[in-house]
């Protein structure tokens, strides 16, 4: 008979998740087309820019399948992702190298974290966008932090005891000998030397 393995659950989940973006007219005469991710499809195959719908002059590509990664430290971010008033993943867009004008951007990322979108908002170089969780990567994600999240306890640090009776004699650094107080101010000479 096999030995029964330790039933924990993995600390890691990888999940591929298709990603759609839909390729409208810009409304200005500098952006000529708006990009935008609009959906998610968890366990999706590979795509590279596949259209799967066209109305008038909008597009929607599956654009890539990336890796949503779970990872057991980052429970509190999945939660307040979760907590939402509409659950959401963040799709990282990053621009191609000019040139490739058919297709301006890449899909980098897909998280669940708003604390990692919120990093790559702040570089200002890729395009962050919101889009709402399946119903079924809800419950995933709901399962995962459910197996791994501990609350942390609230732990007031102490502090240490000084003894405040200690004079300092002001000489600075005790390894290097010193006649004077390091912090005294330059002698009159010095000063016109230094003029």
């Known amino acids: 008979m096999p030995a029964v393995k330790d039933m924990q659950p993995d600390k890691q989940v990888l999940l591929p998740i298709g990603v759609v973006v839909r390729k409208t007219p810009g409304v200005t005469r500098w952006a000529r087309w708006c990009w935008r991710a609009v959906a998610v ?4 195959g590979a795509a590279e ?3 799967l719908r066209r109305e008038g002059e909008a597009v929607e590509y599956h654009a890539a399948t990336v890796q ?6 980052q429970t509190d971010a999945y939660l ?21 004008d058919d297709m301006p951007y890449e899909v980098t990322l897909v998280t669940a974290s708003p604390f990692e979108a919120q990093d790559y908002c702040d570089t200002g170089e890729e395009i962050v966008e ?19 999240h501990a ?39 010095r000063r016109e030397r230094l003029h």
């Open 41 to 44: 499809l968890p366990g999706a």
């Open 130 to 148: 919101k889009v709402p969780m399946p119903e079924g990567l809800i419950a995933l994600i709901r399962d995962f932090v459910a197996a791994h």
């Open 80 to 100: 307040e992702a979760l907590r939402a008033q509409v659950p959401s993943v963040y799709v990282i867009l990053r621009p191609r190298a000019a040139g490739t």
């Open 68 to 73: 949503l990664d779970l990872h057991h430290t």
């Open 49 to 51: 820019w596949r259209e």
């Open 151 to 189: 609350d942390e306890t609230f732990r007031k640090r102490k502090r240490d005891r000084v003894n405040i009776e200690i004079a300092q004699d002001g000489v600075g650094d005790a390894r290097i000998p010193q006649a004077a107080d390091v912090y005294r101010a330059p002698s009159r000479a």
